[in-house]
């Protein structure tokens, strides 16, 4: 079921999408201009800098365009942050092999991705929505809970044809691994490196064979 914030496209991947739209139809030239200009600034000049103002001039969109669209500053940058992580980390399609080895290879591929800016960005979008909101709520719905769904689905499809044995409840296993990752990545307990997230998924999983 399609949550509110997303748009599947082709492939499975997921898109941006506000809350719904009055008159005019939004261009997708300049959705993704927004998007990109907000996304490039968190990366580059930080989350403080990333004013409603900055992404306007950054993107040559006018402020009013940008608060027609999104209901917060928070919501816009993570939608910004959506729209990378649906390009960087692409939910993995069932074309792709095995629950098992497609759990694998985008844990790996999140495990990377949390070495470079992505992670760093990840997490300041999560630090201003706790410090405006109090909890990471917004985070969740918008970005979070969809992926989590679409990944906790595949696990169960894995236990289900058997390839998976794991038998612990599909959510809690993706919560072991992801969680682990990130708890991880936060408290710079140890290094995350694809090849341990790989094992990590086959601890949780125990995928036959």
């Not at 079921?1 to 009055?22: C, F, L, N, Q, T």
């Not at 993704?32 to 907000?38: P, Q």
């Not at 630090?127 to 989590?148: D, V, W």
Request: charged share 20%; aromatic share 8%.
């Amino acid at each position: 079921m399609r949550r509110p914030g997303v748009a599947i496209v082709k492939d499975g991947r997921e898109e941006a999408e506000s809350a719904p739209r009055r008159g005019r139809p939004r261009s997708i030239e300049t959705t993704n201009a927004i998007l990109e200009s907000a996304y490039a600034l968190m990366a580059t000049t930080g989350l403080a800098a990333t004013t409603i103002d900055a992404i306007a001039r950054h993107s040559s969109v006018s402020k009013m365009t940008i608060y027609k669209w999104w209901p917060s500053r928070e919501a816009l940058l993570i939608d910004a942050f959506l729209h990378h992580a649906a390009k960087m980390l692409p939910l993995p399609p069932a074309s792709a092999g095995s629950p098992a080895a497609r759990a694998r290879r985008h844990a790996a591929a999140y495990a990377e991705a949390l070495q470079g800016e992505f992670g760093k960005v990840q997490l300041a979008v999560i630090s201003e929505c706790i410090s405006k909101t109090g909890s990471a709520e917004l985070f969740y719905a918008r970005y979070l809970q969809f992926r989590r769904d679409a990944l906790v689905d595949m696990i169960a499809a894995g236990q289900k044809d058997g390839s998976i044995q794991a038998e612990s409840p599909p959510e809690n296993l993706y919560d072991a691994i992801y969680g682990s990752l990130f708890y991880r990545y936060i408290f710079g307990i140890a290094p995350i490196t694809p090849g341990y997230a790989r094992s990590l998924v086959d601890l949780v999983l125990r995928p036959k064979g």
